[in-house]
């Protein structure tokens, strides 16, 4: 499945933003998504992912209660609805998907995925 990320921009830190990742060739459904974000010089986070089954959502700690990952099977796409964004929340953000499911949180790890789309930039002002 291809992978398209999109929703990025610049915003106030309080703001909200909500990104997507549109999927194409075959149904998301199948897979383990997960969103990561990556800034310079340091190694790519995983921020949230979800289960095949879509029925298990993880988050990492620093983002838990402001973000939301979810998807929208018709339309192909997975969010990730940022809201009370922090200037340590600026980071290009990138969508990956992977076929075998992984056991719970451990699908914050970018080490189980090779499908990558392209990121997209976040930049929360102070």
């Known amino acids: 499945v291809q992978l398209q990320a999109s929703g990025g921009g610049l915003v106030q830190a309080g703001g909200s933003l909500r990104l997507s990742c549109a999927g194409s060739?075959?149904?998301?459904?199948?897979?383990?998504i997960a969103w990561f974000r990556q800034t310079p010089g340091k190694e790519r986070e995983g921020v949230s992912c979800?289960?095949?089954?879509?029925?298990?959502?993880y988050y990492t700690a620093s983002v838990r209660g402001r973000f939301t990952i979810s998807r929208d099977i018709a339309k192909n796409t997975v969010y990730l609805q940022m809201n009370n964004l922090k200037p340590e929340d600026t980071a290009v953000y990138f969508c990956?998907?992977?076929?075998?499911?992984?056991?719970?949180?451990?699908?914050?790890?970018?080490?189980?995925?090779?499908?990558w789309g392209q990121g997209t930039l976040v930049t929360v002002s102070s």
């Open positions: 979800m289960s095949r089954s879509g029925g298990m959502t």
């Open positions: 990956a998907t992977r076929v075998v499911r992984v056991p719970g949180s451990t699908c914050l790890n970018p080490i189980h995925y090779d499908n």
């Open positions: 060739g075959r149904s998301l459904g199948g897979y383990v």
